[in-house]
């Protein structure tokens, strides 16, 4: 249980095109979903926090219009670069969290690696 | 939200217990502590999850004193597939996001 799934799981684009990637959770309804980027040989860095019927709530230093995001369902969310350019060549992970009685535990999706030409 | 600290890097042989430290000193009575393993280019796997005292599953036991300051992650006898990064993740239940640390990275030697 608890599967989270990716798609695409990698995608290449050229600069100025959009790239959707698409988050879902298989076998659970998660209100809540996040979006990661991450670097090489470093860490997840939160984007994003996706609720479900709601607009989402982006760190800081993360562009709302360059990073679409929309939670359409419980067991939907995505990610829309627009405008892509080299720069946002990196690896996006999302997750989605899922639990009760106060305790609640994040699952991965295996991630998209997005190259931009 | 609780930030965690944990070592950059350890080395370990196969056949090995490896015990892998996370320090989260201002944790909050309601988190939990979760662990994660990543391979590259894969998103992070769900190892562990734990409140306080001792957890264990079929792949890990997580030792956490009652001060709930730290966390210690145990792999019993390591293989070479088990050389990964390894992330302890505070989660504040019932908010809205949790923050990665800088992970460890462990290396199985043969």
């Known amino acids: 249980g608890a599967v989270v799934s990716q798609h695409p799981s990698r995608v290449i684009c050229k600069s100025g095109t959009s790239v959707k990637i698409e988050c879902r959770s298989l076998?659970?309804?998660?209100?809540?979903m996040f979006w990661y980027r991450q670097f090489p040989k470093q860490s997840l860095m939160l984007m994003a926090t996706s609720n479900e019927g709601s607009k989402a709530t982006y760190e800081q230093g993360v562009e709302k219009d360059k990073f679409l995001i929309n939670h359409a369902s419980l067991t939907l969310s995505t990610l829309t670069v627009t405008s892509a350019h080299p720069e946002d060549s990196s690896f996006y992970i999302c997750?989605?969290?899922?639990?009760?009685?106060?305790?609640?535990?994040?699952?991965f999706g295996p991630g998209t690696r997005l190259l931009v030409l | 939200l609780a930030k965690t600290t944990q070592p950059i890097s350890m080395d370990s042989y196969e056949g090995q217990e490896v015990n892998i430290t996370c320090s989260h000193n201002n944790i909050a009575t309601n988190d939990y502590i979760t662990w994660y393993q990543q391979f590259p280019s894969q998103g992070p796997r769900f190892i562990i999850q734990?409140?306080?005292t001792k957890v264990t599953n079929e792949v890990a036991s997580l030792f956490i004193p009652a001060d709930r300051k730290s966390s210690t992650l145990s792999l019993p006898r390591v293989s070479l597939s088990d050389t990964a990064v390894y992330y302890c993740?505070?989660?504040?239940?019932?908010?809205?996001?949790?923050?990665f640390g800088a992970g460890t990275r462990l290396f199985v030697k043969a």
């Open positions: 997750s989605a969290r899922t639990g009760s009685g106060g305790r609640e535990t994040q699952y």
């Open positions: 734990g409140y306080k």
């Open positions: 993740l505070v989660d504040y239940t019932g908010g809205f996001k949790t923050i």
């Open positions: 076998d659970f309804q998660a209100t809540t």
